[in-house]
């Protein structure tokens, strides 16, 4: 089973992409999901963040407080390599163990008699991570700054100062594109971004085949 990975910045669309290759048949495990999994209450984890950064990091009902957190951890850099410290060992664990053990796969319309050659390791910190050492290939979704922020802006509710410190934390756009494999554009109609899909989808099972 060969591990592809899937990038791009925060307002991309990755999870949109992920979704088109998902209908497909391609299992594809998102590394934002895990990273909620690791942390919900009873984890080790989420006792951890808690006697660091104290009460004000959960909720009444004992979940994390993801909104104070983020906006605590991208004011304060050490405080943010700390919790970086913390969670990505713990988060690339879980990764490798969901994409060693995905469900039965096939392709779309297939009678289900063999499985696709491939998973998707979604993951917006992929290449700022050592994650990228998972995955033989790398798909970045990409779009421009400016649409980034207002997606972001719109789907969170967050400032554009608040924007513009997680996009500083990220890779620039420019050096993603250059560490592709293939780039799907994510600011074209939603018709051209299927296509975009299913032609890399059929080039890859091509390739593995």
């Not at 163990?97 to 796969?105: A, M, V």
């Not at 997606?151 to 993603?176: F, H, K, P, S």
Request: hydrophobic share 40%.
């Amino acid at each position: 089973m060969r591990i592809i990975g899937l990038t791009g910045g925060i307002g991309s669309g990755k999870s949109t992409v992920a979704r088109l290759f998902g209908e497909l048949g391609v299992h594809w495990v998102d590394a934002d999901n895990v990273a909620r999994e690791v942390v919900e209450p009873g984890q080790p984890a989420l006792a951890q963040i808690a006697d660091h950064f104290g009460a004000e990091a959960l909720q009444a009902d004992g979940s994390l407080n993801r909104a104070w957190l983020r906006e605590r951890v991208f004011a304060e850099p050490a405080e943010r390599e700390w919790l970086e410290q913390l969670l990505h060992p713990v988060i690339r664990e879980e990764l490798v163990r969901q994409l060693h053990n995905p469900p039965s796969l096939s392709a779309k319309g297939n009678s289900g008699d063999y499985p696709l050659p491939y998973v998707l390791l979604v993951s917006p910190l992929l290449l700022e991570t050592n994650q990228h050492q998972l995955v033989e290939q790398l798909i970045v979704v990409d779009v421009p700054e400016e649409v980034q922020l207002e997606r972001t802006m719109a789907r969170d509710a967050n400032t554009r100062e608040q924007v513009e410190r997680i996009m500083a934390a990220q890779l620039g756009r420019d050096e993603r594109r250059a560490r592709a494999s293939a780039i799907i554009d994510n600011n074209r109609p939603l018709d051209n971004v299927e296509l975009q899909v299913c032609e890399l989808h059929n080039r890859l099972l091509a390739e593995f085949s």
